[in-house]
């Protein structure tokens, strides 16, 4: 009697092993959903929102040996930065190392017309005086020279750039740069 009147009051018989069954079922119900939203979910790749996608058009400075802190170097290349920014062309600069002669950047001015810049900037006395000396060993490229040299020669495949106030040469700059990095360029 004590037995059966024990079992009746207030214990409840449980079937060993069935509440883990629930929770086991429910946890793998929940980790397939999981599973299938995760392999159903559409990508979007964007680029990160900081990088800068960049076309294949580029520009290249040849600077004195100062690089773009150069006075006249610095004009130039915020010229060339703000139609990076605008064409998304790329920008790039190369400091002549050495002597500042026109003999010396030669060599430098070689280095990025067969480096494949589409338009190469000579800013500075040696790296101008470069260019307009071996523009014609480069037909095919494209030239500016940021100079006020004027040797009366017209060379078909050089733009010169002849203002000497530094917003007047960024202006200018940037309008001919804009120009070859879109495709608009002469």
């Not at 999981?34 to 979910?41: E, R, Y």
């Not at 800068?52 to 600077?63: D, K, M």
């Not at 130039?76 to 600069?93: D, H, I, L, P």
């Not at 202006?171 to 990095?181: C, D, I, N, P, T």
Request: with cysteine.
């Amino acid at each position: 009697m004590w037995g059966a009147a024990g079992a009746g009051r207030g214990a409840r018989r449980r079937l060993p092993g069935r509440p883990s069954w629930w929770l086991g079922g429910g946890a793998a119900v929940l980790a397939l959903a999981g599973l299938t939203t995760w392999l159903v979910w559409p990508e979007h790749e964007r680029p990160d929102p900081r990088a800068r996608v960049y076309t294949e058009a580029s520009a290249c400075l040849l600077t004195p040996a100062r690089g773009t802190a150069d006075a006249s170097a610095a004009p130039v290349w915020a010229g060339m930065q703000q139609a990076s920014t605008e064409s998304r062309g790329k920008v790039s600069f190369l400091e002549v190392d050495g002597p500042q002669t026109a003999q010396n950047a030669s060599s430098f001015l070689a280095t990025l017309v067969s480096g494949g810049c589409d338009v190469v900037l000579a800013a500075g006395p040696a790296p101008s005086a470069a260019v307009l000396q071996q523009a014609g060993r480069f037909p095919g490229a494209k030239f500016i020279a940021v100079t006020t040299v004027d040797d009366g020669k017209s060379l078909a495949n050089v733009v010169r750039v002849t203002e000497t106030a530094p917003a007047d040469v960024t202006s200018r700059v940037h309008a001919l740069v804009a120009g070859a990095l879109s495709g608009t360029g002469d």
